[in-house]
Protein backbone atom coordinates (compact mmCIF):
# COMPACT_ATOMS: atom_id res chain seq x y z
CA UNK A 1 0.00 0.00 0.00
CA UNK A 2 1.48 3.35 -0.97
CA UNK A 3 0.33 6.32 -0.12
CA UNK A 4 0.44 8.18 -2.97
CA UNK A 5 -1.72 6.25 -4.44
CA UNK A 6 -4.21 6.25 -1.56
CA UNK A 7 -4.44 10.29 -2.50
CA UNK A 8 -4.63 10.12 -5.98
CA UNK A 9 -7.37 7.62 -5.94
CA UNK A 10 -9.60 10.33 -2.71
CA UNK A 11 -8.30 13.02 -5.62
CA UNK A 12 -10.22 11.20 -8.01
CA UNK A 13 -13.49 10.84 -6.47
CA UNK A 14 -13.22 7.60 -4.84
CA UNK A 15 -14.29 6.01 -1.97
CA UNK A 16 -11.43 4.90 0.53
CA UNK A 17 -11.37 1.51 2.57
CA UNK A 18 -11.71 0.64 6.44
CA UNK A 19 -7.89 -1.21 5.74
CA UNK A 20 -6.46 2.22 3.31
CA UNK A 21 -8.01 4.60 6.26
CA UNK A 22 -6.76 2.49 9.14
CA UNK A 23 -2.97 2.27 7.54
CA UNK A 24 -3.26 5.91 6.91
CA UNK A 25 -3.62 6.79 10.43
CA UNK A 26 -1.54 4.53 12.08
CA UNK A 27 1.29 5.32 10.03
CA UNK A 28 0.98 9.53 10.17
CA UNK A 29 0.81 9.01 13.74
CA UNK A 30 4.30 7.07 13.53
CA UNK A 31 5.79 9.52 11.10
CA UNK A 32 6.06 7.22 8.56
CA UNK A 33 3.95 9.58 6.06
CA UNK A 34 5.04 12.57 6.03
CA UNK A 35 3.18 16.26 6.22
CA UNK A 36 3.57 17.26 2.64
CA UNK A 37 1.83 13.80 1.42
CA UNK A 38 -1.09 13.67 4.79
CA UNK A 39 -1.69 17.56 3.43
CA UNK A 40 -2.37 16.38 -0.08
CA UNK A 41 -5.23 14.00 1.14
CA UNK A 42 -6.30 16.88 3.36
CA UNK A 43 -7.48 18.84 0.54
CA UNK A 44 -8.31 16.27 -1.50
CA UNK A 45 -11.49 15.15 1.71
CA UNK A 46 -12.16 18.90 1.61
CA UNK A 47 -12.64 18.74 -2.11
CA UNK A 48 -14.77 15.19 -2.54
CA UNK A 49 -16.13 15.06 0.82
CA UNK A 50 -16.16 11.27 2.35
CA UNK A 51 -19.36 8.54 2.99
CA UNK A 52 -20.55 7.84 5.90
CA UNK A 53 -18.18 4.67 6.02
CA UNK A 54 -14.75 6.62 5.22
CA UNK A 55 -15.89 8.74 8.12
CA UNK A 56 -16.84 6.13 10.61
CA UNK A 57 -13.49 4.48 9.58
CA UNK A 58 -11.13 7.47 10.18
CA UNK A 59 -13.08 8.29 13.55
CA UNK A 60 -12.40 5.07 14.71
CA UNK A 61 -8.69 5.00 13.69
CA UNK A 62 -7.92 8.13 15.41
CA UNK A 63 -9.64 6.63 18.85
CA UNK A 64 -7.56 3.47 18.25
CA UNK A 65 -4.32 5.92 17.67
CA UNK A 66 -4.30 6.80 21.64
CA UNK A 67 -5.87 5.64 24.52
CA UNK A 68 -8.81 4.94 25.83
CA UNK A 69 -10.86 5.44 28.64
CA UNK A 70 -13.05 2.70 30.53
CA UNK A 71 -15.58 3.68 32.57
CA UNK A 72 -17.27 0.19 32.59
CA UNK A 73 -16.58 -0.13 36.58
CA UNK A 74 -19.18 3.08 36.79
CA UNK A 75 -22.72 1.90 37.34
CA UNK A 76 -25.06 3.05 35.29
CA UNK A 77 -24.90 4.19 31.28
CA UNK A 78 -22.48 7.22 30.94
CA UNK A 79 -23.41 10.01 29.02
CA UNK A 80 -21.13 12.75 27.99
CA UNK A 81 -21.77 16.14 26.61
CA UNK A 82 -20.26 17.94 23.94
CA UNK A 83 -19.83 21.68 22.46
CA UNK A 84 -18.64 22.79 19.60
CA UNK A 85 -18.06 26.33 20.97
CA UNK A 86 -19.21 29.21 21.57
CA UNK A 87 -19.05 32.69 23.96
CA UNK A 88 -19.92 32.37 27.46
CA UNK A 89 -20.92 28.97 27.03
CA UNK A 90 -21.64 27.92 31.08
CA UNK A 91 -24.05 24.98 30.18
CA UNK A 92 -21.06 22.19 31.12
CA UNK A 93 -20.97 23.76 34.81
CA UNK A 94 -25.07 23.87 35.64
CA UNK A 95 -25.82 20.45 33.28
CA UNK A 96 -23.08 18.26 34.87
CA UNK A 97 -24.69 18.79 38.65
CA UNK A 98 -27.92 18.95 37.26
CA UNK A 99 -27.91 15.81 35.41
CA UNK A 100 -26.26 13.77 38.12
CA UNK A 101 -28.76 15.07 40.66
CA UNK A 102 -31.56 12.56 38.53
CA UNK A 103 -29.22 9.92 38.88
CA UNK A 104 -27.19 9.86 35.90
CA UNK A 105 -23.46 9.32 35.94
CA UNK A 106 -21.29 12.31 34.46
CA UNK A 107 -17.89 11.41 34.14
CA UNK A 108 -17.28 14.39 32.22
CA UNK A 109 -13.35 15.54 30.48
CA UNK A 110 -13.46 18.66 29.70
CA UNK A 111 -11.10 21.22 28.10
CA UNK A 112 -9.40 24.28 28.35
CA UNK A 113 -10.09 27.39 26.49
CA UNK A 114 -8.03 29.04 23.38
CA UNK A 115 -9.10 32.72 21.80
CA UNK A 116 -12.77 33.77 22.47
CA UNK A 117 -13.69 30.23 23.25
CA UNK A 118 -14.00 29.55 26.77
CA UNK A 119 -13.10 26.25 28.65
CA UNK A 120 -14.80 24.59 30.84
CA UNK A 121 -11.34 23.51 33.52
CA UNK A 122 -10.40 27.56 33.36
CA UNK A 123 -13.80 28.43 34.80
CA UNK A 124 -13.76 25.58 37.00
CA UNK A 125 -10.31 26.43 38.46
CA UNK A 126 -11.87 29.72 39.12
CA UNK A 127 -13.21 28.16 42.55
CA UNK A 128 -10.25 27.91 44.81
CA UNK A 129 -8.56 24.65 45.64
CA UNK A 130 -10.68 22.95 42.63
CA UNK A 131 -8.38 20.13 41.58
CA UNK A 132 -9.49 19.28 37.68
CA UNK A 133 -6.34 16.42 37.56
CA UNK A 134 -7.97 12.99 39.18
CA UNK A 135 -6.12 9.59 38.96
CA UNK A 136 -8.57 7.03 36.88
CA UNK A 137 -9.33 5.59 40.09
CA UNK A 138 -10.28 8.47 42.50
CA UNK A 139 -12.05 9.61 39.28
CA UNK A 140 -14.43 6.61 39.12
CA UNK A 141 -14.91 6.48 42.48
CA UNK A 142 -16.02 9.67 42.90
CA UNK A 143 -18.46 8.99 40.02
CA UNK A 144 -19.82 5.81 41.02
CA UNK A 145 -20.67 7.82 45.26
CA UNK A 146 -21.81 10.65 44.12
CA UNK A 147 -22.72 10.54 40.23
CA UNK A 148 -20.44 13.53 38.83
CA UNK A 149 -16.32 14.18 38.30
CA UNK A 150 -15.16 16.86 35.47
CA UNK A 151 -11.54 16.68 34.99
CA UNK A 152 -9.37 17.34 32.47
CA UNK A 153 -8.62 15.52 29.48
CA UNK A 154 -6.23 12.49 29.05
CA UNK A 155 -2.83 13.74 27.13
CA UNK A 156 -2.91 10.19 25.20
CA UNK A 157 -6.25 10.82 23.74
CA UNK A 158 -6.48 10.14 19.84
CA UNK A 159 -3.16 11.57 19.32
CA UNK A 160 -3.78 11.14 15.38
CA UNK A 161 -6.51 13.77 15.89
CA UNK A 162 -4.46 16.46 17.86
CA UNK A 163 -1.52 15.99 14.81
CA UNK A 164 -4.14 16.39 12.07
CA UNK A 165 -5.41 18.83 13.71
CA UNK A 166 -2.37 21.05 13.62
CA UNK A 167 -2.15 20.44 10.09
CA UNK A 168 -5.51 21.32 8.95
CA UNK A 169 -5.15 24.79 10.67
CA UNK A 170 -2.11 25.60 8.36
CA UNK A 171 -3.30 23.81 5.27
CA UNK A 172 -7.05 25.35 5.13
CA UNK A 173 -8.51 22.37 5.48
CA UNK A 174 -10.55 23.06 8.63
CA UNK A 175 -13.53 23.60 7.44
CA UNK A 176 -14.44 20.10 6.55
CA UNK A 177 -17.29 18.55 8.21
CA UNK A 178 -15.86 14.55 7.54
CA UNK A 179 -13.02 16.02 9.06
CA UNK A 180 -14.50 18.31 11.82
CA UNK A 181 -17.12 15.31 12.66
CA UNK A 182 -14.62 12.79 13.14
CA UNK A 183 -12.24 14.86 15.13
CA UNK A 184 -15.16 15.73 17.60
CA UNK A 185 -16.40 12.14 17.65
CA UNK A 186 -12.76 10.50 18.09
CA UNK A 187 -12.33 12.28 21.62
CA UNK A 188 -16.05 11.99 22.84
CA UNK A 189 -15.66 7.89 21.96
CA UNK A 190 -12.17 7.66 23.11
CA UNK A 191 -13.42 8.91 26.79
CA UNK A 192 -15.61 5.92 27.55
CA UNK A 193 -18.84 7.26 27.27
CA UNK A 194 -21.81 4.96 26.50
CA UNK A 195 -23.72 7.95 24.95
CA UNK A 196 -23.31 11.03 23.71
CA UNK A 197 -24.91 14.29 24.05
CA UNK A 198 -24.07 17.39 21.21
CA UNK A 199 -24.33 21.41 20.98
CA UNK A 200 -23.83 22.00 17.40
CA UNK A 201 -23.59 26.01 17.96
CA UNK A 202 -24.65 28.30 15.06
CA UNK A 203 -24.03 31.79 14.26
CA UNK A 204 -21.38 34.48 14.56
CA UNK A 205 -19.71 32.90 17.70
CA UNK A 206 -19.70 29.74 16.50
CA UNK A 207 -17.70 28.13 14.02
CA UNK A 208 -20.55 26.81 11.70
CA UNK A 209 -21.54 30.19 10.46
CA UNK A 210 -25.14 28.89 8.81
CA UNK A 211 -27.46 26.30 10.15
CA UNK A 212 -27.55 24.16 6.72
CA UNK A 213 -23.61 23.00 8.12
CA UNK A 214 -24.67 23.22 11.66
CA UNK A 215 -27.27 20.25 10.55
CA UNK A 216 -25.00 18.44 8.22
CA UNK A 217 -22.59 18.71 10.97
CA UNK A 218 -25.26 17.34 13.69
CA UNK A 219 -26.31 14.53 11.50
CA UNK A 220 -22.61 13.46 10.53
CA UNK A 221 -22.17 13.13 14.51
CA UNK A 222 -25.05 11.19 15.51
CA UNK A 223 -24.79 8.89 12.42
CA UNK A 224 -20.77 7.96 13.36
CA UNK A 225 -21.61 7.34 17.34
CA UNK A 226 -24.62 5.26 16.31
CA UNK A 227 -22.52 3.16 13.96
CA UNK A 228 -19.61 3.35 16.75
CA UNK A 229 -21.85 1.70 19.37
CA UNK A 230 -22.76 4.66 20.91
CA UNK A 231 -26.12 6.59 21.51
CA UNK A 232 -26.07 9.79 20.25
CA UNK A 233 -28.01 12.90 19.97
CA UNK A 234 -27.63 16.58 19.08
CA UNK A 235 -29.23 20.20 19.46
CA UNK A 236 -28.47 22.88 16.98
CA UNK A 237 -28.14 25.88 19.27
CA UNK A 238 -28.35 29.43 18.37
CA UNK A 239 -24.54 31.30 18.79
CA UNK A 240 -25.35 34.55 17.33
CA UNK A 241 -25.37 36.19 20.32
CA UNK A 242 -23.83 35.28 23.83
CA UNK A 243 -25.39 32.32 25.86
CA UNK A 244 -26.36 34.13 29.17
CA UNK A 245 -25.02 36.99 30.28
CA UNK A 246 -21.73 36.92 32.02
CA UNK A 247 -18.29 36.39 29.86
CA UNK A 248 -15.68 35.07 31.74
CA UNK A 249 -13.96 32.38 33.96
CA UNK A 250 -15.49 34.06 37.65
CA UNK A 251 -18.10 35.54 36.02
CA UNK A 252 -19.70 32.75 34.49
CA UNK A 253 -18.73 30.03 37.57
CA UNK A 254 -21.48 32.67 39.36
CA UNK A 255 -23.80 32.78 36.70
CA UNK A 256 -24.02 29.06 37.04
CA UNK A 257 -24.57 28.99 40.55
CA UNK A 258 -27.43 31.39 40.27
CA UNK A 259 -29.02 29.23 37.35
CA UNK A 260 -28.83 25.79 39.50
CA UNK A 261 -30.77 28.62 42.23
CA UNK A 262 -32.87 29.54 39.76
CA UNK A 263 -32.66 32.32 39.13
CA UNK A 264 -30.00 33.00 36.16
CA UNK A 265 -30.76 34.04 32.63
CA UNK A 266 -33.80 32.57 30.61
CA UNK A 267 -31.78 31.27 27.58
CA UNK A 268 -28.63 29.83 29.59
CA UNK A 269 -31.30 27.79 31.65
CA UNK A 270 -33.33 26.67 28.46
CA UNK A 271 -30.23 25.47 26.91
CA UNK A 272 -29.79 23.26 30.07
CA UNK A 273 -32.98 21.60 30.11
CA UNK A 274 -32.65 20.86 26.06
CA UNK A 275 -29.34 19.41 26.45
CA UNK A 276 -29.97 17.52 29.86
CA UNK A 277 -33.40 15.79 28.71
CA UNK A 278 -31.79 14.05 25.82
CA UNK A 279 -28.62 12.75 28.54
CA UNK A 280 -31.74 11.62 30.90
CA UNK A 281 -33.09 10.07 28.36
CA UNK A 282 -29.93 8.25 26.45
CA UNK A 283 -28.98 7.34 30.48
CA UNK A 284 -32.10 5.24 30.83
CA UNK A 285 -33.56 7.66 33.22
CA UNK A 286 -36.98 8.59 31.94
CA UNK A 287 -39.28 7.60 28.51
CA UNK A 288 -38.98 10.73 26.59
CA UNK A 289 -37.30 14.04 26.89
CA UNK A 290 -40.84 15.46 28.38
CA UNK A 291 -40.58 13.50 31.36
CA UNK A 292 -36.78 13.87 31.17
CA UNK A 293 -37.13 17.48 31.87
CA UNK A 294 -39.69 17.74 34.46
CA UNK A 295 -36.96 15.62 36.48
CA UNK A 296 -34.51 18.37 35.65
CA UNK A 297 -37.01 21.42 36.58
CA UNK A 298 -37.91 19.58 39.90
CA UNK A 299 -34.28 19.17 41.02
CA UNK A 300 -33.61 22.46 40.28
CA UNK A 301 -36.52 23.68 42.05
CA UNK A 302 -35.70 21.50 45.41
CA UNK A 303 -32.53 22.49 45.34
CA UNK A 304 -30.84 19.24 44.66
CA UNK A 305 -28.98 20.42 41.45
CA UNK A 306 -27.06 23.30 43.82
CA UNK A 307 -26.55 20.46 46.47
CA UNK A 308 -25.13 17.99 43.53
CA UNK A 309 -23.00 21.34 42.23
CA UNK A 310 -21.57 21.67 46.68
CA UNK A 311 -21.00 18.13 46.66
CA UNK A 312 -18.69 18.23 42.92
CA UNK A 313 -16.83 21.22 43.91
CA UNK A 314 -16.37 19.82 47.72
CA UNK A 315 -15.43 16.06 46.42
CA UNK A 316 -12.47 18.08 44.02
CA UNK A 317 -11.08 19.92 46.76
CA UNK A 318 -12.86 22.98 45.96
CA UNK A 319 -13.77 25.46 48.53
CA UNK A 320 -17.95 25.04 48.69
CA UNK A 321 -17.97 28.46 51.00
CA UNK A 322 -18.29 30.57 47.40
CA UNK A 323 -21.43 28.51 46.50
CA UNK A 324 -23.39 30.13 49.11
CA UNK A 325 -21.38 33.74 48.57
CA UNK A 326 -20.54 34.15 45.41
CA UNK A 327 -19.35 37.23 45.36
CA UNK A 328 -16.40 35.88 47.03
CA UNK A 329 -15.37 35.64 43.59
CA UNK A 330 -15.54 39.03 42.14
CA UNK A 331 -11.99 40.22 42.44
CA UNK A 332 -11.12 42.55 39.52
CA UNK A 333 -9.89 45.89 40.65
CA UNK A 334 -12.06 47.97 38.28
CA UNK A 335 -15.87 47.87 37.40
CA UNK A 336 -17.02 50.31 34.51
CA UNK A 337 -20.26 50.52 33.08
CA UNK A 338 -20.78 51.06 29.21
CA UNK A 339 -23.30 53.48 28.85
CA UNK A 340 -25.76 53.22 25.61
CA UNK A 341 -25.41 56.06 23.44
CA UNK A 342 -28.69 56.69 22.57
CA UNK A 343 -32.01 54.84 23.32
CA UNK A 344 -34.24 52.10 21.33
CA UNK A 345 -33.56 48.07 21.46
CA UNK A 346 -30.90 46.27 21.22
CA UNK A 347 -30.99 44.41 17.64
CA UNK A 348 -27.63 42.60 17.21
CA UNK A 349 -25.02 41.60 19.48
CA UNK A 350 -21.95 39.66 17.65
CA UNK A 351 -20.80 36.95 19.70
CA UNK A 352 -17.14 36.20 18.60
CA UNK A 353 -16.36 39.79 18.77
CA UNK A 354 -17.72 39.96 22.47
CA UNK A 355 -15.39 37.16 23.38
CA UNK A 356 -12.68 39.12 21.80
CA UNK A 357 -13.26 41.98 23.80
CA UNK A 358 -13.50 39.50 27.47
CA UNK A 359 -9.83 37.80 25.81
CA UNK A 360 -8.46 41.61 25.44
CA UNK A 361 -9.25 41.89 29.15
CA UNK A 362 -7.47 38.35 29.96
CA UNK A 363 -10.25 36.22 30.21
CA UNK A 364 -9.15 34.25 27.40
CA UNK A 365 -5.95 32.93 25.72
CA UNK A 366 -4.84 34.14 22.33
CA UNK A 367 -2.02 31.08 22.56
CA UNK A 368 -2.12 27.86 24.64
CA UNK A 369 0.54 29.20 26.79
CA UNK A 370 -1.05 32.40 27.68
CA UNK A 371 -2.26 33.05 31.17
CA UNK A 372 -5.84 33.52 32.16
CA UNK A 373 -6.68 36.34 34.60
CA UNK A 374 -10.04 34.49 36.11
CA UNK A 375 -11.08 37.77 37.59
CA UNK A 376 -11.91 39.63 34.27
CA UNK A 377 -14.97 39.76 31.97
CA UNK A 378 -17.87 40.99 30.77
CA UNK A 379 -21.33 40.82 32.04
CA UNK A 380 -24.06 42.10 28.99
CA UNK A 381 -26.69 44.00 30.74
CA UNK A 382 -28.89 44.02 27.71
CA UNK A 383 -29.64 41.20 25.24
CA UNK A 384 -31.01 41.49 21.91
CA UNK A 385 -34.53 42.47 22.25
CA UNK A 386 -34.34 44.00 25.08
CA UNK A 387 -35.47 48.13 25.51
CA UNK A 388 -32.59 50.43 26.30
CA UNK A 389 -32.99 54.53 27.46
CA UNK A 390 -29.68 56.54 26.42
CA UNK A 391 -27.41 56.29 29.17
CA UNK A 392 -28.24 52.73 30.57
CA UNK A 393 -25.80 50.04 30.67
CA UNK A 394 -24.63 47.54 27.93
CA UNK A 395 -21.98 46.07 29.88
CA UNK A 396 -20.43 45.93 32.98
CA UNK A 397 -16.97 45.47 32.14
CA UNK A 398 -14.54 43.73 34.91
CA UNK A 399 -10.69 44.72 34.54
CA UNK A 400 -7.93 44.64 36.44
CA UNK A 401 -6.62 47.48 34.28
CA UNK A 402 -7.70 50.89 33.46
CA UNK A 403 -6.37 50.90 30.16
CA UNK A 404 -9.56 49.66 28.49
CA UNK A 405 -10.55 51.96 25.50
CA UNK A 406 -10.06 49.35 22.47
CA UNK A 407 -12.21 47.14 24.88
CA UNK A 408 -14.79 49.85 24.96
CA UNK A 409 -14.62 50.47 21.20
CA UNK A 410 -14.74 47.20 20.30
CA UNK A 411 -18.04 46.49 22.18
CA UNK A 412 -19.89 49.46 20.90
CA UNK A 413 -19.03 48.76 17.24
CA UNK A 414 -20.40 45.05 17.89
CA UNK A 415 -24.22 45.91 20.00
CA UNK A 416 -26.52 47.82 17.83
CA UNK A 417 -29.36 49.60 18.87
CA UNK A 418 -32.04 50.13 16.86
CA UNK A 419 -35.95 50.34 16.10
CA UNK A 420 -37.18 46.99 16.48
CA UNK A 421 -35.35 43.50 16.65
CA UNK A 422 -36.33 40.16 15.53
CA UNK A 423 -36.91 37.45 18.70
CA UNK A 424 -33.66 35.68 18.72
CA UNK A 425 -34.31 32.08 18.52
CA UNK A 426 -32.26 29.94 20.94
CA UNK A 427 -32.70 26.09 19.72
CA UNK A 428 -33.06 25.56 15.69
CA UNK A 429 -33.37 22.01 15.51
CA UNK A 430 -33.23 18.78 17.49
CA UNK A 431 -31.80 16.00 15.77
CA UNK A 432 -32.19 12.10 16.95
CA UNK A 433 -30.79 10.11 13.45
Known sequence: MRMVDLIEKKRNGNSLTKEEISYIIKNYTADQIPDYQMSALLMAIFYEDMTDEEIVALTMAMVQSGEQIDLSSIEGIKVDKHSTGGVGDTTTLVLAPLVASVGV????????GLGYTGGTLDKLEAIPG?????????????VNESKVAVIGQSGNLAPADKKLYALRDVTATVDSIPLIASSIMSKKIAAGADGIVLDVTTGDGAFMKNIEDAIRLAQT???????????????ISDMSQPLGEAIGNSLEVIEAIETLQGRGPADLLEMCYALGSQMVVLAKQADDLDEARSKLEEALQTGAALDKFKEMVQNQGGDTTVIDHPDQ??????????????AGVVTK??????????????AGRQTKEDAIDHAVGLKLRKKVGDSVQEGDSLVSIYS???????????????????ETAKEPVLIHKIITE
Open 105 to 112: PVAKMSGR
Open 130 to 142: FKIELSEEDFIRI
Open 221 to 235: MVRIGKLANRQTMAV
Open 329 to 342: LLSAKYTVELPAKK
Open 349 to 362: IVANEIGVAAMMLG
Open 400 to 418: NTKAIEEVKELLYENITIG
